[in-house]
Structures are given as structure tokens and as C-alpha cells.
């Protein structure tokens, strides 16, 4: 019973997850990021719904604000970037006291925020999120 | 673009308020989110300037719960009204699956109503969306200050204005005081989640 | 009266303002430390800052060009020396194993530096004190580099499970991927136990010098890594053999 996962730039309407899909896609997040240390990792669309969440245990924060907050924001720098000529940018981070977070994107449709602490480098953090971005597109491709 | 885990079950739409500025479309969350804060359980987000105008966007996610085996989650966002905020609105509106257009019932922003719409239509195009086809209510907002003297449009001229086209559902309404706020919330949701029920079955 | 008592109010802020700004120098002001100013580690501080934010093979070349340039500097100091020797070999470990490089690596290098630089900029710091420090570092190191064999065994072992009924499930841990160590030349006959090793070593780091610490450590490692090998090959033969 395998949909077929739709494209919101063709003008469709509906992302259909499969459970094969979600698991996979929880596997990266857990190998790659969860497990190097990082606080927690969600995967959203960038209409700000939430694909996927994992995280360490502690510290609850508030996803789905932080999910439309964080589309809404990588929109704009997008434009953004649109505006001073350039093509996008490849480094969209926050730096706090006690916590950071980073936005990668994973393909035009796909976010992901990861947020970290002092366990982990950004440098090093920059190296995981791409190795994970590799392995979610493919887990991400249609009928897949 | 709606959301549908088959894992945990789950779906997730998103509804913006949309329309002139100043038109009532956050003065609707904040009215729903005020009556109902016990029962939703969830924070209102709000983005705005000093002036106490929407900036950015409204965010207040409402979780239905579970409908035919699903648990249903609205995402309900307003754009910033502001002519110069264009661009933001079209960010806004992206991966939207329902929209409730919120007119300003006052006669002098008649023009406004018009030209907010077009742009709607405008920023749906170009998502490769049509404002046909996508779940839409009206609401003429401001219809209590008719007691105060104030000079309205008729319903029947905004009908006329805005929607002998598109035939939409549309109701009269008072954002501050509450009329017709939650029925227009109800509506559009109802519609939005009927438009995905094909692909839940 | 209001406008007086307002105009005496922003005057005394703005003399406060004023005594702020201008006050002279105490002699407790001045920092132990120099800043870098045209310090020979300013071109070192800014790589490793650089690295911070990204991993490249770009990035850790310039490190490991760093690190040769201090080096020269510094070429009779010992102990710097010793500090350099430790950069430059996490240094190598990473740019070789990126993404799968152990977390806490990027830690380890910045302990390193934070330590390498006071001993390098504090006026007055005795030879014993320094020695302290690196010997400190040298430990960190020590641990990284148990914690990158442990995380390795703890990797390869179902996979080992998977394909060989475990006749001799390894005893000695998997190799540490350092690559400059990776031409073994397997010439000693017995491998060391881990365990025994480790004290032993415990102890004699005590009554050793840093560097000389130092030297033992990577010779340690060299030793590990041709018994891991070794163990490594008998591994592949028997399975080989089984299927």
C-alpha cells in the first residue's frame, strides 16, 4: 500500500509517510545525530510540519513552534540570499549560552533543525548533518 | 502541503488567515486561543512589531484529536497585513491546504479587500496552486461596529466583490467580540480535512 | 523643581559616564596574560578557530601547516614541541576520518591549544609547572584515544558475530585509526593485554618526563595496532576458510 509521495512544487497537495519510510528516516537521525551527542533532531517540511523528531530524553522544548518558526525563518533568509545575488546560504546557525541550533536543508522540501550543546563541535556537528542529508534523500525519494 | 504519518497515525494541515492589514485576521487567533486555552493546551506564537502588528506571522497549532483512526492536527497561521509585507505573506502561505480570507467590513477599505485578494490568488500561483480549488471561507469581519454608527460595507456588496466567483462559504463575523469566529474556524477546518480524506483511506 | 532634581539626575549620569570612560590604569588590571598581538600562535588560534566552524580537508591542512610553521619557531623548546606533536596527530586523525571521527577529537584539540598557549604567553611559568600541563594534555589525549578503540569494538562487534561462529571472539580491541601508523609492519611476536598495559603504563607515567610520556604513548599505540591487525587477519582467514 505504498503511496506515492507527492511534490507541494508541482501544486499537489498531500506528503503520504510510510511507516518503512519514518523508520528509516528515524535510523539516521538516531545513528548519525542523536548518538554523536546532540540534544535533538527534527526533520519538518518547510510549510513547518513536523516529519520526524528525535531527541536525548532531557529538555522538552516546544517542536512545533519551533518547526514553523524555523521554516518561516529559513524562508526569509532564503529570500534573503535570493536578494544579495546569491544562490543560498551554507551555514544558517545560532549561537546561545548553553544551546545552539542549526538548519540544514534536505532537498528544496525538507528541513532539518538540529540543536546541540557544548558536546559536540559545530564543524563536527556540519559534518554529521551532511552525511545524514545524503542517507534522508534517498530515504525521502518516492516509492523508496 | 497537508502531512500524513502513516506510523503514528497522524495528520497535519496548515490554515492561514489571510487579508488586508489591520482586518482582523490575529484579532480571530487571539479570540480563539483566549476562549479555548484550557481546552487546546498548546501556546499561541506571535511575531510582531512595536506597534503591535503582525511582523512576521501568528502561529496557533489546534489539535482536534482523532478522526477515523487519525490524529488530527491544524496548524493556524496569519500573514502580516501590511501592503510592504508582501513577500513574507507569500513564505507564509507555503504548503497551505486552507485559507480563510478575512474582509474588512469597513466601507473605507473596500479597494483593500479587492486588491488583498488578488494578491492571495497571486501567491497561490505561484506555489502552482489556484484559488479555485483550495479549501476557502470568507469572513466579513467587523460587523459589530455597525451598532456604533460606523460606515460598513453590506454583506451583499462584499459578497459581489469578492466572492460571486469563487462561491465560497462565508460568514459574518466579529473577530473582537465573537460571532461567528468559531463557526468560520470549524468550517474551514471541516473542509480542509475533507479535501484529504482521499488519501487517508 | 521636577526639572532641576531631572537636570541634576542626568548630569550625575553623565559624570558617571565620564569617570567610567576615563579612569586611570590600575596596576591590577593588566592581565597575566599578553594577548597574541603578533604572536607566533595568532596564525595557530585563528586556524583552530576556523576548524571550530568547519571540517574540511582545507581547513585541517591548514592546521597540520600551522603546527609545522610553530614547530620551526619553536624548534628548542621541548615541551612546546610536545604540544605540537599531540595537535598535529589528533589533527591527522580527523582530517583522515571526518564525520566518523570520535566527538569529543575537536574537545581534545581545543584543551590542547587553551593549554599550549598559556604555557606559551605566562610570563614566569617554571619548567615544572609546564611540564604539569602537558602532562595533563598528554592524558586527555591518552583517553581520546581509548575511547576511539572502545567505540570502534564496540562498532565491529556483531558484525564479527555475524560472520564467524566466534571460535576467538577478539580479545584485543580493533586498530585506533591513525593513519600515519597504518604501514604496520608486524615484527613483534606477543601483543601486550590491554588491561596490563594500562596500569602499567599508569605508573610509569608518574615518574616520566611529559614528552617522554609522550613518546611512550604513541608507542603504545603503534604496539595495539600491529597486535590489532594481526588479530585482525587471523580473523578474516578463519572466516574465509569457514564459507
Do not use: C
Request: overall charge neutral; proline content about 4%; cysteine-free.
Amino acid at each position: 500500500m505504498d503511496k506515492q509521495y507527492i511534490s507541494d512544487t508541482d501544486g499537489q497537495r498531500t506528503y503520504i509517510f510510510t511507516p518503512a519510510q519514518l523508520s528509516r528516516i528515524e535510523a539516521v537521525l538516531a545513528e548519525d545525530l542523536l548518538d554523536v551527542g546532540v540534544h535533538s533532531v527534527t526533520l519538518i517540511d518547510m510549510a513547518g510540519n513536523i516529519i520526524s523528531t528525535m531527541d536525548n530524553g532531557e529538555n522538552r522544548h516546544d517542536l512545533y513552534s519551533l518547526a514553523a518558526l524555523a521554516a518561516g525563518n529559513f524562508g526569509a533568509v532564503s529570500t534573503m540570499a535570493g536578494l544579495i545575488g546569491e544562490e543560498e546560504f551554507s551555514l544558517l546557525f545560532h549561537k546561545g549560552k548553553k544551546e545552539n541550533i542549526h538548519f540544514s536543508k534536505v532537498t528544496d522540501e525538507f528541513l532539518l533543525i538540529t540543536i546541540f550543546g557544548k558536546e559536540v563541535s559545530l564543524g563536527f556537528l556540519r559534518l554529521k548533518v551532511a552525511e545524514a542529508t545524503e542517507k534522508l534523500v534517498i530515504a525521502l525519494k518516492p516509492g523508496s | 502541503m497537508a502531512i500524513i504519518n502513516l506510523k503514528k497515525k497522524e495528520v497535519q494541515a496548515k490554515v492561514v488567515y489571510y487579508g488586508p492589514g489591520r482586518g482582523g485576521k490575529t484579532t480571530n487567533l487571539e479570540y480563539i486561543y483566549k476562549k479555548f486555552r484550557s481546552r487546546i493546551q498548546t501556546e499561541m506564537v506571535t511575531i510582531k512589531t512595536h506597534g503591535d502588528r503582525t511582523l512576521f506571522f501568528d502561529f496557533l497549532p489546534i489539535e482536534i484529536g482523532r478522526i477515523k483512526g487519525y490524529d488530527i492536527r491544524i496548524q493556524l497561521y496569519t500573514v502580516p497585513g501590511q501592503v510592504k509585507y508582501e513577500s513574507t505573506r507569500r513564505l507564509v502561505l507555503r504548503g497551505v491546504d486552507g485559507i480563510v480570507f478575512v474582509a474588512d467590513s469597513l466601507a473605507v477599505r473596500r479597494k483593500e479587500n479587492v486588491l488583498s485578494l488578488k494578491s492571495l490568488a497571486d501567491n497561490l500561483a505561484s506555489y502552482k496552486k489556484s484559488i479555485l480549488e483550495i479549501p476557502l471561507v470568507f469572513q466579513y469581519n467587523k460587523r459589530d461596529l455597525l451598532d456604533e454608527g460606523i460606515p460598513l460595507l453590506p454583506v451583499e456588496w462584499l459578497e459581489k466583490d469578492l466572492n460571486s466567483k469563487l462561491k465560497a462559504p462565508s460568514f459574518a463575523a466579529s473577530a473582537l467580540k465573537g460571532p461567528n469566529v468559531v463557526q468560520t474556524m470549524k468550517k474551514i477546518i471541516i473542509m480542509t480535512i475533507d479535501s484529504l480524506r482521499k488519501d487517508l483511506t | 523643581m521636577a526639572q532641576q532634581r531631572d537636570k541634576d539626575n542626568f548630569r550625575s549620569q553623565v559624570e558617571d559616564r565620564l569617570d567610567h570612560l576615563f579612569q586611570e590604569e590600575s596596576p591590577e588590571a593588566t592581565e597575566e596574560h599578553v594577548g597574541l598581538g603578533e604572536h607566533p600562535l595568532k596564525g595557530l588560534k585563528a586556524v583552530l578557530l576556523s576548524i571550530d566552524w568547519e571540517i574540511t580537508d582545507s581547513t585541517m591542512d591548514s592546521l597540520l601547516n600551522e603546527i609545522k610553521n610553530v614547530e620551526y619557531v619553536y624548534s628548542e623548546d621541548k615541551i612546546i614541541l610536545t604540544f605540537l606533536q599531540l595537535l598535529g596527530s589528533i589533527g591527522r586523525y580527523v582530517k583522515a576520518n571526518k564525520g566518523r571521527a570520535h566527538p569529543d577529537a575537536t574537545r581534545v584539540i581545543n584543551s590542547v591549544y587553551e593549554a599550549l598557549e598559556k604555557v606559551a604567553l605566562t610570563e614566569g611559568m617554571t619548567r615544572v609547572e609546564k611540564e604539569k600541563m602537558l602532562l595533563e594534555e598528554v592524558a586527555n589525549f591518552k583517553k581520546l584515544k581509548q575511547q576511539v578503540v572502545l567505540r570502534k569494538a564496540e562498532k565491529k562487534e556483531p558484525a564479527v558475530s555475524e560472520v564467524t561462529p566466534p571460535p576467538a571472539p577478539s580479545q584485543a580491541p580493533p586498530p585506533a585509526p591513525a593513519p600515519e601508523e597504518r604501514e604496520i609492519r608486524v615484527t613483534k611476536s606477543s601483543a601486550p593485554e590491554e588491561t596490563p598495559v594500562e596500569v602499567r603504563a599508569e605508573a610509569r607515567f608518574a615518574e616520566m618526563s611529559p614528552h617522554e610520556a609522550f613518546a611512550y604513548a604513541l608507542e603504545e599505540i603503534k604496539d595495539v595496532i600491529r597486535a590489532e591487525f594481526r588479530a585482525l587477519r587471523a580473523e578474516i582467514k578463519l572466516w574465509r576458510e569457514s564459507k
